[in-house]
């Protein structure tokens, strides 16, 4: 029998958002059907931004019910792990490239009852993930430079995207694959044929008027 497909999941980014509007912008998403939240976490040192913290993590949580996706793109994630978990964060997904000793770091996420993924930046190739692709839970994919919203989607990463999905269908078939930056009704459809069923948008749903029916638009488009 083939397998089953896996479910789209759509993880609006609130990077995007409007922070003065927060609270009624995530009741917009949830009311469109959104599947989790996706959290930026950015230093400033890693990233060339600087976005918040666990107290915004924290204040999040008590807003929503929904899965807080959070993307630790910090120097040092070890240090900062167990704040982001008390926060009230499900998923924690750090660096390939930020991590000396990634399994460990992987290891200690899962030891607080959190999930555990790990990304790598447009340069870093996909066999950085060969030895810790058995270990995770999800698989995210950078198709832009992280640090800013609203950047054009980098079309090169597609072959990696295919790469990396039949390295988990070969090691590790329950993980996610998700893809960040400049995903949108255009590109959603192209990286859903490569093996993503994780969709992580910003600005192709915060800066729509219909905040729920750009949701359930990218929902289409990547189904």
């Not at 030891?111 to 993930?129: D, F, Q, Y």
């Not at 839970?137 to 950047?151: A, E, I, R, S, Y």
């Not at 072959?159 to 993980?175: F, L, Y």
Request: glycine share 6%.
């Amino acid at each position: 029998m083939p397998m089953e497909k896996p479910p789209v999941i759509i993880a609006p980014s609130i990077l995007s958002a409007d922070f003065a509007r927060l609270e009624e912008q995530i009741r917009a998403v949830e009311k469109g059907g959104a599947d989790w939240l996706h959290l930026d976490i950015m230093d400033g040192h890693f990233v060339p931004n600087i976005t918040f913290g666990p107290m915004i993590v924290k204040a999040i949580r008590g807003l929503t019910k929904l899965p807080l996706d959070t993307h630790l793109m910090i120097d040092d994630p070890d240090a900062y792990v167990a704040a982001f978990a008390d926060a009230g964060a499900d998923r924690l997904t750090v660096h390939v490239e930020a991590c000396v000793h990634l399994h460990r770091t992987i290891q200690r996420i899962r030891e607080m009852g959190k999930s555990a993924g790990v990304t790598l930046n447009p340069a870093t190739p996909a066999s950085a993930l060969k030895e810790i692709v058995p270990f995770v839970d999800l698989v995210l994919v950078m198709t832009v430079n992280p640090g800013f919203g609203g950047q054009r989607f980098i079309r090169a990463m597609l072959p990696k995207v295919r790469e990396i999905s039949k390295m988990i269908a070969s090691d590790n078939p329950k993980a996610y694959l998700e893809i960040d930056g400049g995903v949108d009704e255009e590109t959603a459809p192209q990286l859903a044929r490569h093996g993503a069923n994780v969709f992580v948008a910003g600005h192709a749903i915060f800066s729509k008027k219909n905040i729920p029916r750009a949701v359930a638009t990218l929902r289409k488009a990547a189904s």
